[in-house]
């Protein structure tokens, strides 16, 4: 019996090279951002629009929101789901309100929706409060984790803002007072 023994080219082993560090870009992104990945980051690391078209095709990514995709690998859950969105409001969103609120340890329950402030306009989608904010000044985000989070004083100006006391006694029902003022 013969064998055929076919020798690499040095571009097919560029090439081949090329794939296997972009693959490990991605599972190094992925690991680090609960298997989400915005298509700005896929192109820094080396797909092509057409494989990311390829790979979405062939289901090893799954897209979330408009350039923005999960890892087929990766189970889902709520921490890819608020990192997706993060990555869909912009380089400046930040999980903010409830959302915000919960990961910062201020309210015990996950919120049904995931909000986010973005400086960006940015369209909401089901499951997805956007909130158009210019920043304030010193306002600047924090991190728990991975993930971008309104700074703890502007996430308690934002439950106040929506009737909710951060002691974490329910809804606030402000009732007038006497001449008309609310209490």
């Given at each position: 019996?013969?064998?055929?023994?076919?020798?690499?080219?040095?571009?097919?082993?560029?090439?081949?090279?090329?794939?296997?560090?972009?693959?490990?870009?991605?599972?190094?992104?992925?690991?680090?951002?609960?298997?989400?990945?915005?298509?700005?980051?896929?192109?820094?690391?080396?797909?092509?629009?057409?494989?990311?078209?390829?790979?979405?095709?062939r289901g090893g990514l799954i897209k979330v929101f408009p350039r923005v995709y999960r890892v087929d690998s990766v189970p889902v859950?709520?921490?890819?789901?608020?990192?997706?969105?993060?990555?869909?409001?912009?380089?400046?969103?930040?999980?903010?309100?409830?959302?915000?609120?919960?990961?910062?340890?201020?309210?015990?329950?996950?919120?049904?929706?995931?909000?986010?402030?973005?400086?960006?306009?940015?369209?909401?989608?089901?499951?997805?409060?956007?909130?158009?904010?210019?920043?304030?000044?010193?306002?600047?985000?924090?991190?728990?984790?991975?993930?971008?989070?309104?700074?703890?004083?502007?996430?308690?100006?934002?439950?106040?803002?929506?009737?909710?006391?951060?002691?974490?006694?329910?809804?606030?029902?402000?009732?007038?007072?006497?001449?008309?003022?609310?209490?």
């Amino acid at each position: 019996m013969t064998y055929v023994t076919y020798r690499q080219t040095p571009l097919a082993q560029s090439l081949a090279m090329s794939t296997t560090r972009r693959d490990r870009s991605l599972s190094d992104l992925s690991r680090r951002q609960f298997g989400a990945v915005a298509r700005h980051q896929l192109l820094e690391v080396g797909f092509s629009a057409t494989s990311i078209r390829r790979a979405v095709e062939r289901g090893g990514l799954i897209k979330v929101f408009p350039r923005v995709y999960r890892v087929d690998s990766v189970p889902v859950t709520r921490e890819q789901r608020q990192m997706c969105a993060t990555l869909f409001g912009g380089n400046q969103a930040a999980l903010c309100n409830s959302s915000a609120a919960q990961l910062l340890g201020f309210i015990p329950s996950h919120p049904s929706a995931i909000h986010i402030s973005s400086p960006r306009r940015v369209a909401p989608k089901p499951g997805l409060r956007v909130y158009h904010r210019l920043s304030l000044p010193g306002d600047f985000p924090t991190r728990v984790g991975p993930l971008p989070v309104t700074s703890p004083a502007r996430t308690l100006l934002d439950l106040c803002g929506q009737g909710h006391s951060p002691c974490g006694d329910g809804p606030r029902h402000r009732t007038p007072g006497p001449g008309g003022f609310v209490r």
